[in-house]
């Protein structure tokens, strides 16, 4: 049997505590754990169970916050982890969450990708969407295979709307067609389209406008 010879707060997270087990540091966990399971400083334990009693309570807590984050939207699983890191779970607790989230499918990467270009095409280039899709954490392989299946013509479609609304703006400060032309092909881009088809909509846009 060991002795529980230290509880203190830890300093970073004020709502975890730090447990030291025969003046040794055994394990970090919740503050309202340490209430939960009625711990304290000179209590004899079995330090088996007791650890084993820790890590279930750290599982239940993360997959709840896990599934509080999925509650408000769709999440990636980097998405997930990283604010699970933050809040200071261990690498084995939110490893056996996601073994969790994965089985009964509360995330999938590959679906919401499909999700997410489905959305986001409406108003954007593939390339902004792939840069996205990347910081979220979505594999390129992943990220390729699904822009593939973006029709051409809608994604067109949408950079010509694009454009005419933005020419709109740009007609009312500038009446140089050269000017506006090259800042029509850079708003275009930073949108997410390529220069190819950003150039070809921007002059087609600018050949139908008011300025001919």
């Known amino acids: ?5 230290k509880i203190e707060v830890a ?3 004020k709502e975890r505590v730090n447990v030291y087990i025969d003046d040794a540091y055994a394990f970090s966990c919740f503050g309202e754990l340490i209430y939960k399971i009625n711990l304290s400083k000179d209590m004899v334990i079995d330090l088996d169970k007791l650890s084993e009693l820790v890590a279930q309570e750290e599982f239940l807590k ?3 916050s896990a599934l509080r984050i999925l509650e408000k939207n769709h999440k990636t699983r980097k998405e997930i982890e990283d604010k699970l890191i933050e809040k200071e779970y261990s690498e084995k607790t939110i490893e056996r969450t996601f073994k969790f989230l994965e089985e009964y499918n509360f995330i999938n990467d590959d679906k919401y990708s499909e999700l997410y270009i489905k959305d986001k095409i409406k108003n954007q280039g593939r390339n902004k969407i792939k840069y996205t899709l990347m910081r979220k954490g979505i594999d390129k392989e992943t990220i390729n295979e699904k822009l593939m299946n973006i029709d051409e013509n809608i994604e067109k479609d949408t950079c010509i709307k694009l454009a005419e609304k933005k020419l709109q703006s740009l007609a009312r400060k500038e009446d140089n067609k050269y000017v506006i032309s ?4 850079k708003f275009l881009i930073s949108k997410g389209y390529d220069y190819e088809m950003a ?5 087609e846009t600018l050949n139908i406008s008011i300025y001919d």
């Open 1 to 5: 049997m060991s002795k529980i010879t």
């Open 62 to 64: 993360c997959k709840n």
């Open 11 to 13: 300093k970073r997270n």
């Open 182 to 185: 090259t800042k029509l092909i």
């Open 199 to 203: 150039s070809g909509v921007a002059k």
